[in-house]
């Protein structure tokens, strides 16, 4: 009797890479569209620090408005993300507050109010501790955030910074030049690698439709 039954086919798991995250579309779309937006932030960061630092004798008015754009830019990040989709809504007033803040302290360097380096130091420390709670919170809260593992380091690192800015005492504006110019540095590179570890992400990450 001959076997009318074809060959067997082995059927293709729906998510042939048990080591990369399956990603939902809104999650998949976050992840494509993140890794620019930090990109951009890293690389502002870092010309920021690297600026400060060649330059770290420069008046107290020059460094305070150097500062107050990347709150600024920072602030509107921050805003920004408070209403998107992979937010949950507990954490978007955290979201809006941080973002509302950081975008205040950027204001308030550029106009001139920051009149010793402890009042400097004092306004970007506490928007980076800001920004850094913030990650972290949503980092902790968020499950199946893409490159959660990344944002939990980069909230770590940052509101490390802003509690370094804010307790240490500075002796002199060149000294806290130095010190914000290399943890801007420093943020900035933890950002573009958060930045591509989200693009990879998203690239080898099946959509589950």
């Given at each position: 009797?001959?076997?009318?039954?074809g060959?067997?086919?082995?059927?293709?798991?729906?998510?042939?890479?048990?080591?990369?995250?399956?990603?939902?579309?809104?999650?998949?779309?976050?992840?494509d569209a993140?890794?620019?937006?930090?990109?951009?932030?890293?690389?502002?960061?870092?010309?920021?620090?690297i600026?400060?630092?060649?330059?770290?004798h420069?008046?107290?008015?020059?460094i305070?408005?150097?500062?107050?754009?990347?709150?600024?830019i920072n602030?509107?990040?921050?805003?920004?993300?408070?209403?998107?989709?992979?937010?949950?809504?507990?954490?978007?007033?955290?979201?809006?507050?941080?973002?509302?803040l950081?975008l205040?302290?950027?204001?308030i360097?550029?106009r001139?109010?920051?009149?010793?380096?402890?009042?400097?130091?004092?306004?970007?420390?506490?928007?980076?501790?800001?920004?850094?709670?913030?990650?972290?919170?949503?980092?902790?809260?968020?499950e199946?955030?893409?490159a959660?593992g990344?944002?939990?380091?980069?909230?770590?690192?940052?509101?490390?910074?802003?509690i370094?800015?804010?307790?240490?005492p500075?002796?002199?504006?060149?000294?806290l030049?130095?010190v914000?110019?290399?943890?801007?540095?420093?943020?900035?590179?933890?950002?573009?690698?958060?930045?591509?570890?989200?693009?990879?992400?998203?690239?080898?990450?099946?959509?589950?439709?």
């Amino acid at each position: 009797m001959t076997s009318t039954s074809g060959p067997r086919t082995t059927p293709q798991p729906d998510h042939p890479r048990p080591d990369v995250p399956l990603l939902g579309p809104g999650l998949g779309a976050l992840a494509d569209a993140a890794w620019q937006v930090l990109v951009a932030a890293g690389v502002v960061s870092v010309l920021l620090g690297i600026v400060v630092l060649v330059w770290p004798h420069a008046t107290l008015a020059v460094i305070g408005i150097l500062f107050g754009i990347f709150l600024v830019i920072n602030g509107i990040f921050q805003l920004a993300g408070a209403f998107g989709s992979h937010v949950p809504g507990s954490m978007r007033a955290l979201h809006f507050v941080s973002g509302a803040l950081s975008l205040l302290l950027g204001l308030i360097c550029f106009r001139g109010a920051a009149e010793s380096i402890l009042l400097l130091a004092l306004w970007i420390g506490f928007g980076w501790l800001l920004q850094g709670v913030m990650l972290t919170a949503v980092a902790l809260s968020t499950e199946g955030l893409p490159a959660r593992g990344w944002q939990l380091f980069l909230g770590v690192v940052t509101a490390l910074a802003g509690i370094v800015l804010i307790v240490s005492p500075f002796s002199s504006l060149t000294v806290l030049a130095v010190v914000a110019g290399i943890m801007l540095v420093v943020l900035g590179l933890t950002e573009i690698v958060h930045a591509f570890q989200l693009r990879n992400l998203a690239k080898s990450s099946p959509v589950h439709r």
